[in-house]
Every structure is written in structure tokens, then in C-alpha cells.
């Protein structure tokens, strides 16, 4: 099972890194208000799959094998899909063979069943090290809770600022990055 919804998304966007994908997209909303909510979309251009495919993805008793040798059974989706219903939310699976995937879910965060959301700036950097896509885009937005977010982050201009994103040092700016992004500004006016 997922601790957090962090742990929830970074299955979903590894299975989209493991796609063949050339490009991979991320898109975290949270919104506050009168309905605290957490959102999240996984957009490949990988292999995609096919209705046949998608009815098995679904299914927590088949795999096909080939990620995890020897393991029979398959929980990334299940458990998106189980955690999202019983926490109020819902869920989307789009496909198309030779096209990619798009993969959404949406949690009610007042819900007594919702994990809280995790280490989100965790969660973007251990996404954006998956091997893979050659571009991975991070897309955040946060409304109505404390200070609102809207940033954009994109793989290949930090590897160009920082060089090779495996190396100790890269990784340290790149969390810190990161971090500074999720930062609240009310105390800065």
C-alpha cells in the first residue's frame, strides 16, 4: 500500500518512464476553498495500450511480467484506483497503442480515507532522475491554501543548468530548487 499520494503519483509517472516514451508530462493541482482537493496527470508518448491492455492494467491479479519477472500480480493502477474511490475522488485512463497514456486522479483531501499528499519536491526530483523520456515537464498549481503556486519546470534546461542531474552536487541544487519553488511568499511581503 502507498503512504502518501506522493508515493501514488511516482508509480504512475515511473510506469510512464518505462513506457518508451520520448516525453513525459506531470501536472499536480491542489486546490483549497470550499473543497480541498488534490489532482494529478501523467501524459506519455510511449507504447500506450490498447482496450485489451487497459482492462488487464486495471486488474490487481494479472502482470505482464516483463517489468517485474516473476511477480504475478500488478498494484500500481489498482491501488490509484482503490485509494481515489475510497477517499471521495475518481479516477481516468486513456490510451492508444503506438500514442502514449494519460493517466488522472483526483482525491478529496478532507476525506478520512485521503494519505496525505507527501514530499511533493521529493517526488518531482526522484521523477525527474527516472530514466527514459529525454523531457519530462513538471507542471504545478496551488490555489486557495495559504500562498497560490503556478510553475512549470522542464528535465532538459535543468540539466543545462546544472549539468549531469546523477551527480551529488546537481542533485543538491536540484532539491533545493525544488523546495524553494514549493516555498509559502506571505512572509517575504
Known amino acids: 500500500m502507498h503512504f502518501t499520494l506522493s508515493d501514488l503519483v511516482t508509480d504512475i509517472a515511473q510506469n510512464a518512464a518505462e513506457s518508451g516514451a520520448a516525453r513525459m508530462e506531470l501536472e499536480i ?9 488534490f489532482r494529478f496527470l501523467v501524459r ?18 494479472v502482470t505482464d511480467g ?7 500480480v500488478g498494484l500500481g493502477i489498482p491501488f490509484l484506483i482503490q485509494t481515489a474511490q475510497q477517499s471521495g475522488g475518481g479516477w481516468n485512463l486513456k490510451s492508444e ?28 526530483r526522484t521523477v525527474l532522475m527516472f530514466e527514459g523520456p529525454g523531457e519530462c515537464i513538471i507542471r504545478r498549481t496551488r490555489a486557495g491554501l495559504g500562498a497560490d503556486l503556478d510553475y512549470e519546470v522542464r528535465k532538459t534546461e535543468l540539466a543545462e ?10 542533485l543538491v541544487l536540484l532539491d533545493k530548487y525544488l523546495r524553494s519553488l514549493e516555498e509559502d511568499d506571505e512572509d517575504e511581503d
Open 29 to 37: 493541482a491542489e486546490t483549497g476553498g470550499g473543497k480541498r482537493e
Open 66 to 72: 516483463k517489468k517485474h519477472p516473476g511477480r504475478r
Open 44 to 61: 506519455d508518448n510511449g507504447r500506450g495500450m490498447d482496450q485489451g491492455e487497459i482492462r488487464l492494467a486495471v486488474d490487481p491479479f
Open 161 to 170: 543548468a546544472l549539468g549531469n542531474l546523477e551527480d551529488t552536487g546537481s
Open 97 to 124: 497503442k503506438g500514442r502514449g497514456t494519460e493517466i488522472s486522479a483526483w482525491f478529496d483531501m478532507d476525506n478520512v480515507d485521503t494519505p496525505p499528499s507527501g514530499d511533493l519536491p521529493g517526488m518531482f
